[in-house]
């Protein structure tokens, strides 16, 4: 559909403004405007006027001076009106402006304080010929155009100006002969209708809109709600095209050399020459700051606010960070560094796996700080309004929107689980009006294999230099060792001691020990190079009232574990109804799928004996028989007597058992919204998803641990008896889980919204109610003598069994598992809330904010609950102030202040009124037959953790929005923290559940966006976060005895006065000439004497939780090319490092997958002198001496294994590449998007270890991963 | 239909929220209040608890260097050692722990269950009487851990453990009772206890009415009141005998001879199937209350390494069938060097009321007051279900000397009961008997490089410390020297 508006030159007054501040005023304010009402009933202004045979002019300017109303309009229009008798007295302004156009072309529209004129629409007309059957003379040219952005996706409601076209007024002539009412014709929407040309308001350099009367005004039109930004050349202007829906935009008749101007809301202006060219087409570059200081809006859940208005703390993640790094499916992952005050915890250990059992995982997160020592520190989790358990359900592709809220105005609302923040995410919908679009995004990510380096180990020369010298035969007697594991070479050392083979024939077979490496086998056959492939195909596209967004995903993660599948199917669709102007409906359902399967392959790694090998030359596989934990005799003589081989070979082994889970997942949100009358809207959200999950895990008889459990349950007194077998030899054990995670939200609220003043102030009331319920399930069987192929099993005595028996085989044996298991938590929430906001003038808004939750804490009276929780917030907008007009580069200027309070409210248990009851376990059977135990003791004493938050903050807007961000100071005060204390232990209970103290978190948070260089065909723009956290523990309980002593304080994750997760550590004062470690009191004295270390001897090193953190994001731009680096940091805190350094004992005492030792090991203590040259302590086998003469957590947890672990990285560094437009026409792509990406590389650390301390001494899964991708739009 | 479905759920808010969870009740009817008293916390101890503490510290055990104290706990050494401080504030006190934490559920039964809902009153009555009774047994423990041996003259002065008749979780006030006022609460409790109890307890887990007079008459026997001690047991006796199914002493000829039902004898653990090796062979047991006391379970008292004394070996005539419980064979399959015996069919000791010992105080009480013939009777009842019948009869001077004849029931309590606990009481109670004045008290420790030597301090390290976890959050508690 085309529409036009052609004019006459016009005026424009210059030098006030900068074109390109113009642009953005304008938009911003039809933005404003259009959102408001534009109906024109119920002003209440009183208006007495007389006027005869005056001008419109003049009644204008009386009705302004009344009202302050303004009138816009276009000045050549008022030339051809007629004059006006009018004559009222005290009429509302509608009943006069309807008399002074009774008889006028025009009608109006009340654009909030703006009275806009518009002429009234023309007949439709019906043309003989349409525009391009008429030949264009010579010179002129007609063209089709088509406005699209960087990917490709058709810009509708660009505007395209046509310069230097002068010989046009001809053609239009011959147009207006033809029929086509070319000088004026009216612009059609999309269903044929003319609208509105209506010229947009002169805007001064700050603030509300200032239309003047008797200034012409430049030419805006509006179409199909879409604004269309009027660019800066327009003197020299002469027509003026919008594109349609497709983007398309025709001109006829205009001058083979003129230059097209075009621009559009958000994107950079573009001149095109168009050279005798009829098809060309634009591409328009988003204009990123200025896209986000218009559009910027923040989802609590309940609302969705303008940055503008919103009073609380609220961050948004950079979005294009967040869908670019795909190293990573888990959302929380893929938002570390990107949002202020945030820390995510990456790596292995801060890995949070659902409770439900089925295997599902998230990174854990931190908002803020701790506050709350024994109840969760995890942010509330919301998708689409309702909270859910995590997040790993969702492909990150779908993800639309993410708001993460901080502080108590923004938070409160989610009531009584909000006191750790909240993370509200979005998934994507439909645009109305839209084209279908179908997209692809798919890309691999390679892990490769994982790096054992950086938990160093001996080598094998090492490794048996270390074993002879630490050999003490007399010490661990060999003839105790009779029945333990013993290693290859600690046979040979003991079959020297025994004088079984000479000193010649032992030294050669240990060297040849020592000569074998066996890295490359196990990097081989128990690890394969690791990736993750996923793809997306997204469907979107709607009309006036339906649209949709559609996906489906697939997700193939290739761990390094041979023999593991992993796969992810999931399909989301969602749809957005209005079947009528005062109905909305949304629906969104998820379907996923995810399988996963493994057999056994041991966890091997550089830690076990550094010589032995999986497969000799030849690639047969090797027995390893002293794995059993057997000595060859003992197990010998359990196989001739058992009749069981008891052979361990781990390659035969990985076969022998298997694992498969298959988790389903459906999820359904609909959203109803339905207004009622006027204002007053009806909202819903209703919610159910459904989680079942089955888990079998199969283990075949052949495999050592059933083989064993059945030695142990065989008896057979002699080689020659005949064995009794009391356990199943065929078949296995098999386990049958099956678990359920079912949950449904239901929200009723109503809004009112109205725009009291004459509009020029916002209210928006909510009150609603809430009902939840999540329900967990997990039911498991466990059958022994399972054939997998004929679902049969062996019936076992389970009641004899679990009593043992003491004349088997190994002289003990019994059975203790379980045949049946089932677990039930359900928890329920009824809450009732309210909000309400108002903006007065545009510049002063308050937020208001009341919950109260009831939840199902069994055993406790509901009146204990009665504690509502809220929040109050205000804002202004200083920039909208009159006296900040003159500050030219403050763009925006916002202060806000916000203070509530939120909760977190505690589990089952720890708050009843009454003693909780459970059953005796079933199982092994109680003597006494069923009975019940205390679990919970009365406890009417508990109050709900609270948490009182002041945030204060200041957002920006400079130079043009080249820099804009916000800075944030809060103050957390978490008080009636619920935790252990300490009770008279008379009362039968050392310690229970009471309120423990409190905890402040301070805090200072900047986030800055800034356009650095913006140049022809090159930008750089860069984000940067950075959270401060301080955080103490204030007060808390009479400590136990326990944590007043060195261990105590050394092992505990708070301590008054201090950061929650404190680190503390002895004083180290090196070691003695015994290679003892040694320590150094508060009193200066060094000693090395067990339990010699009192409390205050211990000393603070600092926390292990970052202090500060945040990131910093680079983004350059050169033609179709973008690279963006990505740094995440985290400073401040320190950590252990453990060095598992064995002192005592046999040094390969452990069987299974360990034996070898941190590679220090070789710098230990050994002789007199050593002290002065190494921290690491002597070795001692003697376990007593050990024990009695030293301690080695003196070692340990010195102060000389802290570590400053201050990092930062590089979290991904990603180059992209656009496909030319000229190619995807070829092709009739609209997009094509290419990428590489790799990540984690270390840019910066404190310590000196070479430890990178997000993976401390562990083995590092993959250092680099890189990710190739593609996204694809048709 | 949203705002129907609202206002529904606005309706139904409480019932909405009054949902019970999976596994969790409060306890309402008189059947709760009944299965609360077969909680296994008050039979079986499975990680810690009974008199684990107290097997360290009679005088028929001794120790291997090689074995005792290799774990990384001090508690055992010290109890060993008869040190006067075996918990540190640090140490956790598991058994303590455990008791009082048993306590709160007896009070809570004792106090509540007259009020449940559903039961008659009889069943009120015998509930309550159980928990009773479990209660006496609890504070007659305590005050023979912390208080002096019971003397009249001293009773009323001499402190020992507070009584905790309440259950509350946060009480705070706790004050050290004296022994005159905890054997009186324990006496009241037994004997309003034991007309309400029922003469056969649904399982030997659950207080019957000869449990709980075997146990009057046990108190008796320690205050030195066996006139009292004689008639009570021989209600116990007589009420055993009423039961329709009752406790039995197994022969040990019979069931340790050749197709006994406790063979066969386990290099591991001794006689396999044997009541040691099963915690759930309640043969013996008037009332059941068992432990683990195998070796190292890792909180806290290992007995690893113990040995019985070649003094208290000696005490057993050479065909006693108990010794199949012993072995010479130490854990790692070598002989003992000096021939020392260590237990091995024994990972299950009992200290409820078992058969065995009411036979031997009942002995005790009668010889005390000069029944001999009466005496020689029960104790012989004893051996010659342990020994071949022959072996069994007591000497005939011992049968004619009172005084031989207790001393003999004393040692006959050491060859039944060793490596359970049982004889650190007896210690205690001898100490103030002038028929055993002037014992010393010995533990040896055993190295191939040489032999230490403890010795009990009399009187003092009679009486244990409070631990001092308890003191600590007591201020103001006087502890025991």
Redesign the interface.
């Known amino acids: 559909m085309l529409f036009s508006a052609f004019c006459n030159p016009f005026r424009v007054k210059r030098g006030v403004l900068t074109k390109t501040l113009l642009v953005m005023r304008l938009t911003s304010i039809l933005l404003l405007s259009t959102c408001l009402h534009l109906s024109a009933n119920s002003r209440a202004q009183k208006i007495t006027l007389s006027e005869h045979h005056s001008s419109l002019e003049k009644v204008f300017r009386e009705i302004k001076r009344q009202t302050g109303y303004l009138f816009v309009y276009r000045d050549e229009w008022l030339r051809e009106t007629d004059k006006v008798d009018i004559d009222v007295k005290e009429s509302p302004l509608d009943e006069v402006l309807s008399l002074c156009f009774d008889n006028q072309p025009f009608t109006y529209l009340v654009i909030d304080k703006m009275i806009v004129l518009k002429q009234k629409p023309t007949a439709v007309v019906t043309l003989a010929l349409q525009p391009w059957d008429i030949e264009a003379p010579p010179g002129l040219i007609d063209v089709h155009g088509r406005v699209t952005d960087e990917k490709g996706n058709p810009i509708s409601g660009a505007t395209v100006i046509v310069q230097g076209n002068k010989a046009t007024a001809e053609y239009i002539s011959r147009l207006r002969a033809a029929g086509v009412p070319a000088a004026e014709p009216a612009a059609r929407d999309a269903n044929g209708y003319p609208v509105a040309t209506v010229p947009a308001p002169v805007v001064a350099s700050t603030g509300a809109p200032v239309a003047v009367v008797d200034q012409p005004a430049p030419h805006l039109a509006i179409a199909s709600g879409e604004p269309a930004a009027v660019p800066a050349p327009l003197a020299k202007a002469f027509a003026v095209e919008i594109s349609d829906a497709n983007g398309d935009f025709f001109l006829h008749g205009v001058a083979d050399n003129a230059t097209l101007v075009i621009s559009s809301v958000g994107y950079e202006t573009q001149e095109i020459k168009l050279n005798k060219r009829k098809e060309i087409a634009v591409r328009l570059k988003i204009k990123v700051t200025e896209l986000k200081n218009i559009e910027v809006t923040y989802s609590n859940g309940y609302q969705v606010l303008s940055k503008e208005r919103a009073t609380g703390s609220y961050s948004k993640p950079d979005m294009e960070a967040f869908k670019q790094r795909v190293s990573s499916q888990d959302l929380m992952t893929r938002l570390d560094g990107l949002v202020a005050g945030m820390t995510v915890f990456t790596g292995p250990s801060g890995t949070l796996a659902n409770e439900n059992g089925n295997g599902k995982k998230t990174q854990s997160a931190l908002i803020r700080g701790a506050s709350s020592i024994q109840l969760s520190r995890e942010p509330l989790y919301v998708l689409n309004g309702v909270p859910v358990k995590d997040f790993s359900d969702i492909n990150p592709d779908d993800v639309g929107d993410i708001t993460v809220l901080k502080d108590a105005a923004a938070a409160a609302i989610w009531g009584a689980q909000a006191a750790n923040g909240v993370v509200v995410v979005v998934t994507k919908s439909g645009k109305r009006d839209s084209r279908i679009k179908v997209n692809y995004s798919g890309y691999i990510n390679y892990q490769g294999k994982p790096d054992f380096s950086r938990a160093s180990t001996l080598n094998s020369r090492q490794y048996i230099q270390a074993a002879k010298e630490t050999f003490d035969p007399v010490y661990n007697d060999y003839s105790y060792l009779y029945n333990s594991y013993m290693a290859p070479h600690e046979v040979i050392l003991y079959n020297q001691y025994r004088g079984l083979i000479t000193d010649a024939q032992a030294n050669a077979s240990l060297d040849s020990l020592a000569s074998i490496n066996n890295l490359d086998q196990i990097k081989n056959l128990w690890y394969r190079n690791a990736f993750t492939t996923n793809h997306t195909i997204s469907m979107s596209g709607g009309g006036s009232i339906y649209s949709f967004y559609g996906s489906f995903s697939y997700t193939d993660i290739h761990s390094n574990t041979p023999g593991e599948k992993s796969n992810a199917y999931r399909l989301n669709f969602t749809q957005d109804l209005s079947p009528t102007r005062n109905i909305k409906i949304s629906l969104s359902t998820n379907l996923n799928n995810t399988i996963t399967s493994n057999k056994r392959a041991p966890q091997v790694s550089n830690l076990f004996l550094p010589y032995q090998l999986f497969k000799d030359a030849q690639g047969h596989s090797l027995t390893m028989n002293y794995l059993t934990g057997w000595s060859d005799s003992l197990r010998r003589d359990y196989q001739a007597r058992s009749r069981v081989n008891l052979d361990y070979n781990p390659i035969d082994e990985m076969n022998y058992g298997h694992t498969r889970t298959n988790n389903l997942g459906i999820n359904i949100t609909a959203n109803a919204n339905i207004r009622l009358w006027k204002g007053l809207s009806f909202l819903g959200t209703y919610s159910f998803s459904k989680q079942p999950g089955i888990y079998d895990s199969y283990d075949d008889h052949r495999a050592l641990e059933n083989r064993k459990q059945l030695v142990s349950l065989t008896v057979a007194p002699t080689a020659a008896d005949v064995p009794v077998y009391l356990f199943p030899t065929n078949g296995g054990s098999y386990l049958h889980s099956t678990n359920d995670q079912k949950d449904w939200t239901v929200r009723n609220q109503l809004t009112y919204i109205a725009n009291p003043r004459q509009g020029r102030d916002d209210l928006s009331l909510q009150a609603g109610q809430e009902a939840r319920q999540s329900l967990s399930t997990r039911n498991s069987i466990s059958l022994e003598g399972y054939d997998e192929a004929l679902q049969t099993y062996a019936i076992l005595d389970y009641a004899t069994l679990s009593q043992g028996y003491y004349n088997t085989v190994t002289g003990y044996g019994g059975y203790y598992s379980s045949p049946f298991d089932a677990q039930e938590n359900e928890t329920r929430f009824t809450s009732y809330f309210a909000l309400a906001n108002y903006t007065f003038d545009h510049k002063y808004s308050i937020d208001l904010s009341w919950r109260q939750d009831h939840s199902n804490l069994f055993g406790s009276d509901q009146s204990s609950q009665d504690r509502p929780i809220w929040s109050f917030g205000a804002k202004w907008q200083l920039a909208r102030e009159n006296f900040m007009k003159a500050v030219t580069w403050v763009n925006d200027l916002g202060l806000r202040a916000t203070y509530g309070i939120t909760g977190n409210s505690p589990y089952v248990g720890p708050a009843t009124s009454y003693d909780v009851l459970g059953p005796l376990n079933s199982y092994p059977p109680p003597t006494s037959g069923p009975g019940l135990n205390i679990n919970d003791y009365a406890n009417r004493t508990l109050n709900w953790e609270t948490t009182r938050t002041l945030n204060i903050g200041i957002d920006f807007a400079l130079l043009r929005g080249r820099l804009g961000g916000g800075v944030e100071y809060y103050h957390k005060n978490s008080v009636d923290l619920i935790g252990s204390v300490k009770r008279n232990p008379f009362t039968g209970q050392s310690t229970g559940t009471g309120n423990i103290g409190n905890v402040i978190n301070r805090g200072i948070e900047l986030s800055l966006r800034s356009i650095n260089v913006q140049v022809k065909d090159f930008t750089w723009s860069t984000n940067f976060t950075l959270g401060w956290n301080k955080n103490k523990l204030v007060s808390y309980t009479s400590p136990s005895p326990y944590s007043l002593t060195d261990y105590g304080k050394l092992y505990t994750n708070h301590w008054i006065g201090y950061s929650l997760n404190p680190v503390f550590a002895y004083k180290w004062a090196g070691l003695d000439n015994l290679g003892d470690p040694q320590v150094m009191l508060a009193d200066k004295t060094i000693t090395k004497k067990p339990n010699a270390v009192k409390v205050d001897d211990v000393i603070y090193k600092g926390t292990s939780t970052p202090v500060v953190y945040g990131g910093l994001s680079n983004n350059f731009t050169y033609k179709s090319f973008n690279l963006a680096v990505n740094i995440t940091y985290n400073l401040g805190y320190v950590k252990r490092d453990i060095n598992s350094v064995i002192t005592y004992g046999r040094m390969t005492a452990t069987s299974g997958w360990g034996g070898n030792l941190s590679a220090d090991f070789a710098n230990r203590w050994k002789k007199p002198g050593d002290e002065k040259i190494t921290n690491i302590p002597s070795y001692v086998s003697d376990g007593y001496i050990n024990y009695s003469r030293r301690s080695l957590n003196y070692y340990s947890y010195a102060d000389i294994n802290v570590y400053n672990a201050s990092y930062a990285k590089v979290r991904d560094i990603t180059l992209g590449y656009n496909l030319p437009h000229s190619i995807l026409r070829a092709v009739r792509v609209e997009g094509v998007n290419l990428y590489v990406q790799a990540a984690n590389f270390m840019v910066w650390k404190a310590n000196k270890l070479g430890i990178d301390p997000e993976f401390g001494r562990s083995v590092i899964a993959s250092n680099h991963p890189l990710s190739i991708g593609a996204n694809v739009s048709f | 239909m ?2 129907a ?2 206002g529904t ?2 309706g139904c ?2 019932s ?12 309402v009817t008189t059947t ?1 209040y009944d ?7 008050l ?2 101890y499975q990680a810690a608890g009974g008199l684990r503490e107290f097997v360290l510290m009679g005088d028929e055990v001794a120790a291997e260097s090689a074995y005792f ?2 774990q ?1 706990s001090a508690l055992a050494p010290r109890a060993f050692q008869w040190q006067g401080m075996i918990f540190e ?2 140490d ?2 598991l058994d ?2 455990n008791q ?6 007896l009070n ?1 039964v004792i106090n509540e269950v007259m009020g449940s809902a559903e039961g008659s009153e009889d069943q009120k009555k015998s509930i309550q009487a159980e928990a009773k009774t479990r209660r006496a047994m609890l504070n007659f423990l305590w005050t023979n851990i912390y208080g002096k041996p019971y003397l009249a003259a001293t009773a009323g002065a001499d402190p020992a453990f ?1 009584l ?1 008749l309440e ?6 006030s ?1 004050k050290r009772a004296s022994v005159q006022a905890s054997y009186d609460q324990i006496i009241k409790d037994l004997t309003e206890a034991i007309p309400n109890l029922p003469l056969q307890a ?2 030997p ?2 207080v019957s009415r000869a449990a709980a007079e075997a146990t009057l008459g046990k108190v008796y026997i320690f205050m030195g009141k066996y006139g009292d001690a004689v008639p009570m047991m021989k209600k116990a006796f007589d009420d055993v005998a009423a039961a329709a199914v009752h406790a039995r002493l197994y022969d040990y000829n019979v069931e340790l001879g050749p197709g006994g039902t406790f063979l ?1 004898i ?8 044997g009541p040691g ?4 062979d ?1 043969t013996q047991a008037v009332l ?1 209350k068992v432990y683990q006391g195998g070796s190292y379970d890792g909180n806290g008292f290992e007995n690893d390494g113990l040995v019985l004394t070649p003094a208290a070996a000696a005490l057993f005539a050479p065909s006693d069938m108990r010794l199949l419980l012993y072995t010479n064979v130490d ?4 002989p003992n060097s000096g021939g020392r015996l260590r237990p091995y069919g024994l990972k299950y000791p009992r200290f409820g009321v078992e058969l065995g010992e009411m036979y031997l105080l009942s002995a005790e009480c009668k010889a005390r007051t000069n029944d001999l013939a009466g005496a020689v009777a029960d104790v012989e009842m004893l051996r010659k279900n342990r020994m071949p019948p022959a072996d069994a009869t007591v000497p005939g001077a011992i049968a004619a000397d009172q005084t031989a004849l207790i001393k003999f029931i004393i040692e006959e309590r050491i060859r039944e009961f060793a490596f359970t606990g049982y004889r650190w009481f007896d210690l205690r109670r001898l100490s103030v008997d002038p028929l055993f004045a002037g014992a010393v008290y010995t533990h040896t420790l055993y190295d191939p490089s040489g032999n230490t030597v403890y010795t009990l301090k009399q009187p003092e390290r009679l009486v244990l410390q409070i631990p ?3 003191i ?3 201020p103001g508690m006087v502890n025991n020297p």
């Open positions: 949203a705002m479905l609202a759920l606005a808010k409480k909405f929220l009054d949902i019970v969870p999976k596994r969790s009740q409060v306890a709760d299965l609360l008293m077969n909680s296994n916390a039979y079986y104290g290799k990384q504030s640090k956790y006190v303590l722990q009082t934490g048993e306590m709160y559920t809570k507070p905790i259950a509350s979780s946060t009480a705070n706790f649904v399982t887990t659950r066969p386990s290099s591991y653990s001794g006689p396999a199937n090796n099963n915690f759930n309640l059941s854990p790692n399959n070598m001092q976890l308890f600590d959050a007591n």
